[in-house]
Nanobody, 123 residues
């Protein structure tokens, strides 16, 4: 059974940091491109970052570029999203997802999704 489980969310003050984890079971994460998406209340789910399965190329949306870093630990079968300098507008449920395609923000290509982890940035 292929499964993704996110963790690491929580409440943090503006300017703080969190590291989200996306742990895979039932498949080898390195064979897949992994995307991080988020959904804020009342808004559509949007792409944040991805890391590709071939070459490990990474990409970031402008809103998080320079603040977020995506990385992969193949030994742990886990992908991370390090989030620094968090802002209130980063508040959302964060999801990781896996696709056999090259990395993309197109959600239709992602066959496997985690359950999400809440990130709240507030003073």
């Amino acid at each position: 059974q292929l499964q993704l489980v996110e963790s690491g969310g929580g409440l943090v003050q503006p300017g703080g940091s969190l590291r989200l984890s996306c742990a895979a079971s039932g498949f080898t994460l390195d064979d897949y491109s992994i995307g991080w998406f988020r959904q804020a209340p009342g808004k559509e789910r949007e792409g944040v970052s991805y890391i590709s399965n071939r070459g490990g190329n990474t990409a970031y949306k402008d809103l998080v570029k320079g603040r977020f870093t995506i990385s992969r630990d193949n030994a742990k079968n886990t992908v991370y999203l390090q989030m620094n300098s968090l802002k209130p507008e980063d508040t959302a449920v964060y999801y990781c997802a896996a696709t056999t395609y090259y990395g993309s923000y197109y959600q239709g290509w992602y066959a496997y999704w985690g359950q999400g982890t809440q990130v709240t940035v507030s003073s």
